[in-house]
């Protein structure tokens, strides 16, 4: 192989290894550049964080049975003895699909106990037909609870069994211990730890040491 073939075969070699070396390098410069400059933005501003303000509200209270469809009306779930004892025939039921929600009522509440599931057998009648493949899980409502706090499951730290939220005050960041009432899928009833006017951070707060400076990018009502 001729000089001149071994150097352009070196070129060949040399030339791509370098462009990938200066793109690494570029790209490493480049993050660099944006945490000095998340880090001198933090500095200032505050870490961002968006909350929630609390309001004291009549939240209503839900219980959840799992069904699977029978007919094309009806649906029938199993249920505990302490959620029977909750449920009557005629009371409402509901379901969401999408955005729509779709009423029914109880139309059965065994009175014995299934020896197979070790459970009670509730059915509900929609006026809707439906053909759903699987199960699905429909709500009642059963009371309120009045001049509540509710606060989202999402945001609940639990640290030890101690459970503890993000609030603002003064700007700082804080965190606060908190105990709860109840607690489902549609968030927790706090007992004690929060007052209403209380600001929750809702997101950001995974950042978050206690006094830290934040920057409240938004903030709601809940």
Not at 98 to 110: L, R, T, V, Y
Not at 203 to 213: C, N, S, W
Request: proline fraction near 3%; aromatic fraction near 10%.
């Amino acid at each position: 192989m001729s000089k001149r073939r071994v150097t352009i075969y070196l070129i060949g070699l040399v030339v791509p290894v370098f462009f990938v070396i200066s793109k690494q390098v570029a790209i490493k410069a480049d993050r660099e550049n944006e945490i000095i400059s998340t880090f001198s933005e933090w500095q200032t501003n505050g870490k961002p964080v968006i909350v929630n303000t609390l309001e004291r509200k009549d939240i209503p209270k839900y219980i959840k049975i799992t069904a699977w469809q029978i007919s094309p009306h009806v649906f029938e779930g199993n249920v505990s003895k302490s959620v029977r004892e909750q449920l009557k025939i005629g009371q409402d039921m509901a379901f969401k699909v999408g955005q729509d929600m779709f009423k029914g009522e109880i139309s059965k509440i065994a009175q014995e106990i299934s020896l197979d599931s070790g459970m009670y057998a509730v059915e509900v009648v929609f006026k809707e037909s439906f053909n759903i493949e699987g199960w699905l899980v429909a709500q009642a409502h059963i009371d309120m609870f009045r001049n509540s706090i509710c606060i989202p499951n999402e945001i609940i730290e639990n640290d030890n069994g101690k459970f503890y939220v993000w609030k603002i005050e003064d700007g700082r960041s804080v965190r606060q211990l908190i105990t709860i009432e109840k607690r489902d899928g549609y968030g927790a009833i706090v007992d004690s730890g929060l007052v209403e006017g209380d600001r929750v951070v809702i997101e950001g707060f995974t950042q978050l040491v206690p006094g830290d400076k934040v920057n409240i990018l938004k903030g709601l009502n809940v």
